[in-house]
């Protein structure tokens, strides 16, 4: 069973920084492409940013230049650098493992982030 457990959320000014790490249990993190996706009240869950095993990197446009996804293999976890907090930022913020080849999508359980102006 694979679990994903989120921290570092919390409240920050704006312009502020905080780091999330989602560590990951079981044995199929190095293979598996990672993603942090967030959800605000009342919208829809929407994609932040994501790396894949070999550690290529895609963000959404709203986070560009902002926030710095990153894993570390040998720890299986994987780490969203905010830097620059917007209030819109304010959200629920959710980790995913995936594998599609063998059918895997994993999420854990998220952590808020609160972006006070």
């Known amino acids: 069973q694979v679990q994903l457990v989120e921290s570092g959320g919390g409240l920050v000014q704006v312009g502020g920084s905080l780091r999330l790490s989602c560590a990951a249990s079981?044995?199929?993190?190095?293979?598996?492409?990672m993603g942090w996706y967030r959800q605000a009240p009342g919208k829809q869950r929407d994609l932040v940013a994501t790396?894949?095993?070999?550690?290529?990197?895609n963000y959404a446009d709203s986070v560009k230049g902002r926030f710095t996804i990153s894993r570390d293999n040998a720890k299986n976890t994987v780490y969203l650098q905010m830097n620059s907090l917007k209030p819109e930022d304010t959200a629920v913020y959710y980790c995913?493992?995936?594998?599609?080849?063998?059918?895997?999508?994993?999420w854990g359980q998220g952590t808020q982030v609160t972006v006070s102006s």
């Open positions: 079981g044995s199929i993190f190095t293979t598996s492409a």
């Open positions: 790396i894949t095993p070999g550690g290529i990197t």
């Open positions: 995913r493992a995936n594998r599609p080849a063998f059918g895997n999508l994993y």
